[in-house]
């Protein structure tokens, strides 16, 4: 607590604000965080880069037509400076940067307002920004925005992510030539010569720390011991995913080494070119994105380093109970008064698990704007709110920003998810109550056999251990082992010469179940498709039926899937999927990426009674990173 009110001292090219526990400086009128004083250090970000590589908004973007996932990359360099709000309780100051047609090629088309907010007796500042492209302006694609804070290097070596997530780390000098051996994907850097001896051999990956968003509300840094000063925590704070595209399960970046700590909020990962924001002619947009809360904490005498990560979840459960906020002062946040609510319960009719309706016990319930069936998963230019039920299928979704919006939801342990097109309209105090919700997912006939969990992830199939030449010490004993690099190549160390063959009641998924179809490479470098089998007994065949195969995936990459049944090389086959997918998860050590769900008819005619083999043929293999991740497969039989 200080007994200081907040102050704001403005320069010539500098503005500072003050409250008496933290100091902020920004460059004026650019809007970078420069220099951050706190518990008596001068400056906790990176005194060896340049001012605006300290802390900073950045966008990538690219020309109207582009594919892919890159672009031109942009640190937002304001050109406006103004105060909002000036007294004791609270600063709040905007850096503008505004475009016009005399910018066309140079600038991204848009108006940013970045925002920064202090407050009384507050432990550390807030950011937000609004985005706005306006109807006349070139049509465009955004693949990125986020905040960056690049720490120094020699003070914080102590990561945290997760309360199982969280490790000493290398230093950035560690991934450079000579010292580290850049791996596929470029990212991943196998630590050859670290300057601390205890990392040599690992492999460090920014990917590897990545978190889904329903998870990702607080990460940052420790700082190292020192006989000066003691140590001190630097945390980012997303109380809030309504502004971040892709939903609850969509994965982002969190720290890494640097030291680094982002607020990603847009981005393509572990989605490909489906989450770049494409703005297309006339097509008014705006956003505002966060506030996000940087906020920062020392120990006392009496405590010990683990306090810090415990204080700064704390922390994060107060930010997010006060979602929405009350302090920003642009119009474009809407406050709770402006906000309504949604509320009602679901349900699962399946007669062929049971008689009587399901209580859909911990299903993600949402509302996102207008769609299809999973478009949320592709949604990148609204906002989002989800929840989950409680036990008897409850829901509750409270400060929705006004607007309209469609409900989406699904139930882990059914495939398919529900959607209904009705437009619910959000108005200031709103409060709709849909009632009783029934989903029915796809099914045509009693199950003869299944394959996993449908969870929408493959985390439940065989995770090898990996190679020990690609270590991260973290993911060793741990639950997510799935992280670890170039778990890929184990695929054809393990499976020599044969592909995998799962025998139905024999095999068990969670030993015999690879969790990534992927290519084979061999020995001349090159790859082959990989055909997995699935062998099962039918007693007997309805030999005029159609049998319906369910084949929910939980990531493709560059990928294509095709099903032949009792002959592997009937063509043509019985299911193409078609080139899929460019998400990516593979390489980027993840377990999910976008949902899909395919249901195949197959055709008694198809089968016999007796042994029947499924052939599923992952078809591309130009490299290592093209494959699929199941989530589930079911075979129905007729009704």
Known sequence: MSAQGVQLHIGDNH?????GIVKVYLAKPGGFVTRIQYNGVDNILEVLNQRDNRGYWDVVWSQEGSTGTTGTFERVVGTNFRVIVENEEQAEISFTRMWDPSLKGKLSPLNIDK????????????????????????????????????????????????????????????????????????EAVSLVNPIEPEFKGEVDDKYQYSCDNKDLKVHGWISSEKETEAL?????????????????????????????????????????EDLVLKLKP??????VFGPIFVYLNTLSDDQDAPWLWEDAKDQMTKQVQSWPYDFPASEDYQKSDQRGSVCGTIRVRDRCQSDDYI???????????????????????????????????????NDIRSGDYNLYAWVPGFIGEYWNNVVLTITPGSEIDVGDIVYEPPRDGPTLW??????????????????????????????????????????????????????????????????????????????????????????????????????????????????????????????TSGLIGNDNTIARHGIHGLYRLYSIDVGGGLLIKGDNTLYLTQAMATGPFEGIMYDYVRLESPQ
């Open 282 to 287: 006339n097509e008014p947009w705006k956003k």
């Open 115 to 186: 925002r920064y907010v202090m407050l009384r007796n507050s432990a550390g500042f807030y950011s937000y920004a609004i985005f706005e492209h306006l109807k006349e302006w070139p049509a465009f694609n955004i693949p990125q925005i986020r905040i960056v804070f690049q720490l120094r290097k020699d003070r914080y070596h102590y990561m945290a992510v997760a309360d199982n997530r969280q490790r000493f780390m290398p230093l950035p000098d560690d991934r450079l030539p000579g010292r580290g051996k850049e791996l596929a994907p470029p």
């Open 450 to 575: 299944e394959i996993g969990i449908p969870d929408r992830s493959a985390a439940e199939f065989y995770v090898p251990d990996p190679n020990p030449m690609y270590i991260n010490k973290l993911y060793v004993n741990h639950p997510d082992k799935f992280r670890q690099y170039g778990l890929w190549e184990r695929y054809a160390e393990l499976y020599l010469e044969e592909d995998l063959v799962y025998t139905v009641g024999v095999s068990d998924y969670g030993k015999d179940w690879f969790f990534a179809q992927v290519t084979r490479k061999k020995d001349d470098g090159t790859y082959q498709a990989t055909t997995w089998q699935i062998k099962f007994k039918l007693d007997n065949v309805v030999r005029g039926g159609a049998y319906k195969l369910r084949l929910a995936l939980a990531t493709a990459n560059a990928a294509e899937l095709q099903v032949r049944v009792n002959d592997p090389k009937q063509e043509p086959a019985v299911f």
């Open 15 to 19: 503005v500072v604000m003050d409250n």
């Open 232 to 272: 001190m925590g630097f945390w980012v704070i997303i109380p809030s995913n309504e502004f971040r595209s892709g939903g609850p399960v969509k994965q982002n970046l969190t720290s890494h080494v640097g030291p680094i700590s982002l607020a990603m909020f847009l981005s393509a990962h572990y989605a490909g």
């Open 359 to 397: 209580l859909a016990q911990g299903a993600y319930v949402g509302l996102a704007p207008p769609g299809d069936a999973g478009s949320w998963q592709r949604e990148c230019k609204g906002y989002q709110f989800w929840t989950r039920t409680n036990e008897e299928g409850y829901f509750s979704i």
